[in-house]
């Protein structure tokens, strides 16, 4: 049976990770609405702006939902701004008012923009657990993992930094294999449901 996964579509790269899902062979379409949260099996936060993604979390009352469903065991993949916000901790939140609020998803802490600003992004080519090949990897305003918990895989490494990581039905990439045509990371996701 084909598994209905949701794309957080508040900010960020949401058709891109709706088009990699669906030739991964899942039922996909955007959420926005509780409605549409509650519909979905599995759930894409994409890469984005993790601050404004929290800003609008609160504003779409999705926030408190989003957190209780995956506490309930949601399946979700993140990447970028989505890795982010589904780590318990993240080290550099922000100021209050305008800061990432994490979902505790994943046992982790998370730095935001920890290779640099805009104009330090840089892809290139890592070793991905479980894969036969490399992935080639594009860092955008890339967070790092800088401690993970007992019960977290990690996956990749650049730069000697944590940069994709597994904890049960959790997923996470620092980088976004969305834009990169290479789908092994989401049919990893997807077959994973």
């Keep these: 049976m084909t598994k209905h996964v949701g794309v ?4 960020g790269d949401t058709r891109e990770h709706l088009a990699a899902l669906r030739a991964a062979g899942a039922d996909a379409s955007t959420v926005r609405r509780l409605a549409e949260l ?3 099996d599995a759930l894409v936060i994409p890469g984005g ?10 504003e779409f ?9 995956i506490a309930e065991g949601l399946p979700c993949y993140g990447s970028c701004a989505g890795m982010i916000l589904l780590a318990t901790e993240i080290a550099d939140a922000g100021v209050e008012g305008r800061a990432a609020l994490p979902l505790k998803g994943i046992d982790m802490t998370v730095r935001r923009n920890a290779f640099g600003r ?3 992004s840089f892809e290139g080519d890592i070793d991905f657990e479980g894969l036969d090949s490399q992935v080639h990897a594009v860092f955008i305003r890339a967070p790092w993992v800088e401690r993970v918990g007992p019960d977290v895989q990690v996956l990749a490494r ?5 940069v994709a990581v597994r904890q049960g039905a959790m997923l996470a990439t620092s980088f976004h294999p969305e ?3 290479d789908l092994r990371i989401h049919k990893l996701f997807v077959d994973s449901l």
Excluded: F, K, N
Excluded at 8 to 11: D, K, R
Excluded at 49 to 58: D, G, W
Excluded at 158 to 162: E, G, L, N
């Design 118 to 120: 805009q104009v330090d």
């Design 49 to 58: 702006e993790s601050t404004a993604m929290s800003h609008l979390l609160r």
């Design 179 to 181: 834009m990169t045509g």
């Design 8 to 11: 957080l579509a508040l900010q």
């Design 61 to 69: 009352d999705l926030l408190e939902p989003l957190r209780a469903r």
């Design 158 to 162: 650049a730069a000697d930094h944590i």
């Design 38 to 40: 509650d519909a979905v």
